[in-house]
Antibody, heavy 119, light 107 residues
Framework: EMQLVESGGGLVQPGGSLRLSCVAS????????MSWVRQAPGEGLESVAN????????NYVDSVRGRFTISRDNAEQSLYLQMNSLRTEDTAVYYC????????????WGQGTRVTVSS | DIQMTQSPSSVSASVGDRLTITCRAS??????LSWYQQKPGKAPKLLIA???GLHAGVPSRFTGSGSGTEFTLTISSLQPEDAATYYC?????????FGGGTKVEIK
């Protein structure tokens, strides 16, 4: 069974950068889509970036395209999110999750890492 | 983008009650619809995928139904541990989008 652990969150000023990491344990990492899903304080869920198992297909929500970059290292079973030009509205808990293209759901999820963009 | 709308946004019900949450898609998503449960301070958990497929380990009191643009999540007999926020999510087209959530409180 796959388990996911995120790291890299913190406080950053508007316009700054941050890199989130997610390490997977268990089987199936390299063969699955992986995603970053965020949740702003008191708000709902938003899928911001997804990457196919081989890394050859990537997509982003419009609000982060051009600023965020998702990547993965299958040898290290790691997923990354490079966040540049951060805005206050990017403040959220960021979750790493496996996305199954077979049944269309996110499972499992990591515990989340908090990103705060504030001056 | 496909917009997902849930109703109600919040509900209060008693232990043992039957509870139904509705999720509507702005365009047809076939049966590519999942449901999640999230408790405060915790990551969401997958309950149901492909509209009606119960995820492993999820109690049978949770059932999903629907196709196209209208879906429901039903809890047949509400339990204290079901107090949470529930989200629907479409998997028909990127970007994958979630409903706004339904907060379930126990009276």
């Amino acid at each position: 069974e796959m388990q996911l652990v995120e790291s890299g969150g913190g406080l950053v000023q508007p316009g700054g950068s941050l890199r989130l990491s997610c390490v997977a344990s268990g089987v199936g990492f390299s063969s699955n889509w992986m995603s970053w899903v965020r949740q702003a304080p008191g708000e709902g869920l938003e899928s911001v970036a997804n990457i196919k198992g081989d890394g050859n297909e990537i997509n982003y929500v419009d609000s982060v395209r051009g600023r965020f970059t998702i990547s993965r290292d299958n040898a290290e079973q790691s997923l990354y999110l490079q966040m540049n030009s951060l805005r206050t509205e990017d403040t959220a808990v960021y979750y790493c999750a496996r996305y199954s293209s077979v049944y269309g759901g996110f499972d499992p999820w990591g515990q989340g890492t908090r990103v705060t963009v504030s001056s | 983008d496909i917009q997902m709308t849930q109703s109600p946004s919040s509900v209060s019900a008693s232990v043992g009650d039957r509870l139904t949450i509705t999720c509507r898609a702005s365009q047809g998503v076939s049966r590519a619809l999942s449901w999640y449960q999230q408790k405060p301070g915790k990551a969401p958990k997958l309950l149901i995928a492909v509209a009606s497929g119960l995820h492993a380990g999820v109690p049978s009191r949770f059932t999903g139904s629907g196709s196209g643009t209208e879906f429901t999540l039903t809890i047949s007999s509400l339990q204290p541990e079901d107090a949470a926020t529930y989200y629907c999510q479409q998997a028909y087209r990127f970007p994958l989008t979630f409903g706004g959530g339904t907060k379930v409180e126990i009276k």
